[in-house]
């Protein structure tokens, strides 16, 4: 058997190629990665810690000391409210 040696260099020239771009498309997905983990730790540190304090946070009502809200709706208006103060910059 007679071995051509130029078509084996281009063989792992080419296959060397493709590792490389794989290699890259590994590296750009774990910088996105990284990317998004630093967003969204900057995104938790905006946001304000409640204090369970045995009052609602949104009707300021009676509640257990181990809850935050007295219901859901609540809770969700509390988030709504919290959202449109953040997209409006307050």
Known sequence: MI???DQ????WRK???SDASARSEVDRADWRIEQDV???RA???KQ???DRDGRCHFCDELIVLALLFCNVDCRD???KEQ????????
């Open 3 to 5: 071995f051509d040696f």
């Open 8 to 11: 084996v260099a281009r063989c």
């Open 15 to 17: 296959r060397a190629i």
């Open 38 to 40: 630093k967003n969204a």
């Open 43 to 45: 995104h938790v540190g």
């Open 48 to 50: 304000p810690i409640l």
């Open 77 to 79: 208006d509390y988030d």
């Open 83 to 90: 959202s449109a103060l953040f997209r409006t910059g307050r």
